[in-house]
């Protein structure tokens, strides 16, 4: 299995619902990404984990949750959004974490989010 | 710190016409490279990267570059495009190993290539 995959394609939700987004990996990498991507724009780094600890997060607002169940899995948690967070949602995986080595990042397909 | 500037937002072209993406990096150390495309309504695909050795590598679908310490360059070409290579192309470096920033892709704005018939 050489792929990310990321659920669900679409989402539609309103401002105070409550919905989560997952992503999957089974290539036995050990970092994995979010990012959020805007039309026309590149890639926003949103979090990092590294051995399912969070490494990195770019001061993004606590209504977006990530969670890290295990080496394959990536969730966020998504509570409370406002319309300027509708976007692409892209999930990330690389062989190894940052760290002492930098190596390749493989993405999913995205969930395209919208806000009402 | 890293940047990636790709200077042309739009390259239009006809078909069976070769092509070249710029992309020009700023880093006083040395960095990894890549191109990533993205179709239509889809994720990134990895096109082609350089970490290091030899400075022309290429893509299993026709697409080359070359890596250019001097000129701090790393040009995507195709010598001849298909319409199925319309799509946004984006540029990116991987900060050194050790510099605290690993695991941050730093993106260019991208490039969207239009292959008209």
């Known amino acids: 299995d050489t792929e990310v995959t990321q659920t669900p394609k679409h989402l539609v939700m309103g401002m105070t619902n409550k919905k989560s987004l997952k992503c999957e990996q089974h290539m036995g990498h050990r970092a994995m990404y979010w990012y959020k991507q805007k039309a026309k724009k590149p890639p926003e780094l949103m979090f990092v984990?590294?051995?399912?600890?969070?490494?990195i997060n770019e001061s993004v607002p606590s209504r977006f949750s990530p969670e890290c169940p295990n080496s394959s899995l990536l969730n966020l948690h998504l509570h409370a959004l406002q319309p300027e967070d509708s976007a692409l949602y892209l999930c990330?995986?690389?062989?190894?974490?940052?760290?002492?080595?930098?190596?390749?990042?493989?993405f999913g397909p995205g969930t395209r989010l919208t806000v009402l | 710190a890293q940047s990636v500037t790709q200077l042309d937002s739009q390259v239009p072209v006809f078909e069976e016409a070769p092509v070249e993406l710029r992309c020009n990096y700023s880093?006083?150390?040395?960095?990894?490279l890549f191109w990533y495309v993205q179709y239509p309504n889809q994720g990134l695909q990895l096109l082609l990267k350089y970490l290091s050795g030899s400075t022309l590598v290429e893509s299993i679908n026709g697409f080359e570059a070359e890596f250019n310490k001097s000129q701090t360059s790393f040009h995507l070409r195709k010598p001849s495009v298909h319409i199925s290579d319309t799509a946004e192309y984006f540029c990116?470096?991987?900060?050194?190993?050790?510099?605290?920033?690993?695991?941050?892709?730093?993106f260019g704005q991208g490039t969207t290539l239009q292959v008209k018939p």
């Open positions: 880093s006083s150390v040395s960095v990894y």
């Open positions: 990116a470096v991987s900060p050194p190993p050790g510099s605290g920033n690993t695991g941050k892709l730093i």
């Open positions: 990330a995986s690389s062989p190894l974490p940052g760290g002492t080595s930098t190596d390749t990042q493989y």
């Open positions: 984990y590294s051995y399912e600890k969070l490494s």
